[in-house]
T-cell receptor, first 115, second 117 residues
Framework: AQSVTQLGSHVSVSEGALVLLRCNYS??????LFWYVQYPNQGLQLLLK??????LVKGINGFEAEFKKSETSFHLTKPSAHMSDAAEYFC?????????????FGPGTRLSVLP | GAGVSQTPSNKVTEKGKYVELRCDPI?????LYWYRQSLGQGPEFLIY????????DSGLPNDRFFAVRPEGSVSTLKIQRTERGDSAVYLC???????????????FGPGTRLTVT
């Protein structure tokens, strides 16, 4: 079965600092990988996804993530944090055509941005 | 067009009662998913519809939980004999396609917060 781990349930950064949110997955085959953001009292919104091709994926709001097969990781980064980035971030994995159909979400990382 | 909508936004019920949660997906989306999100956790898969049929209901925790999508659009999640442990936010998502290619983005509704007292 697939699983997703997100190191750090809560991450705090200063405004303007680098954001790094970690995601590791367990899968016997390269899966599809996603990052979602959840603002308070709102639904989840897709930030970016990796399916095939280029391993560095750019998303909305200046976020990007890199798929590293050898490390089974898909860490999310943003060069300079903004106050509006404060939210809950979820990494998700789906198995793709030959493995499984459904999304498995990580437990989430709450990002706080300090002025 | 409109996004995924869910009603009610909040539902408080007594232990043992029956509840129905409604999801209205994005028009034209054939795939519909239900998730449950407990406090401090990520969404947990419950059931997935492709059209009118439940393609995978392996996430439903027990037979008190049931979901339907009779016309391939609106879906209702039904919970019988509610228990306090059922308290959570129930999320619905839809995507343009589903099935074997799960690379399609899922669009999430705002959720229904269920509280069982």
């Amino acid at each position: 079965a697939q699983s997703v781990t997100q190191l750090g349930s809560h991450v705090s950064v200063s405004e303007g600092a680098l954001v790094l949110l970690r995601c590791n997955y367990s899968s016997s085959v390269p899966p599809y990988l996603f990052w979602y953001v959840q603002y308070p009292n709102q639904g989840l919104q897709l930030l970016l996804k990796y399916t095939t091709g280029a391993t560095l994926v750019k998303g909305i709001n200046g976020f990007e993530a890199e798929f590293k097969k050898s490390e089974t990781s898909f860490h999310l980064t943003k060069p300079s944090a903004h106050m509006s980035d404060a939210a809950e971030y979820f990494c998700a994995v789906s198995g793709g055509e030959n493995y499984g159909q459904n999304f498995v979400f990580g437990p989430g990382t709450r990002l706080s941005v300090l002025p | 067009g409109a996004g995924v909508s869910q009603t009610p936004s909040n539902k408080v019920t007594e232990k043992g009662k029956y509840v129905e949660l409604r999801c209205d997906p994005i028009s034209g989306h054939t795939a519909l998913y239900w998730y449950r999100q407990s406090l401090g956790q990520g969404p947990e898969f419950l059931i997935y519809f492709q059209g009118t049929g439940a393609a995978d209901d392996s996430g439903l925790p027990n037979d008190r939980f049931f979901a339907v999508r009779p016309e391939g659009s609106v879906s209702t999640l039904k919970i019988q004999r509610t228990e306090r442990g059922d308290s959570a936010v129930y999320l619905c998502a839809s995507s343009l396609e589903g099935g074997r290619d799960t690379s399609y983005e899922q669009y999430f509704g705002p959720g229904t917060r269920l509280t069982v007292t």
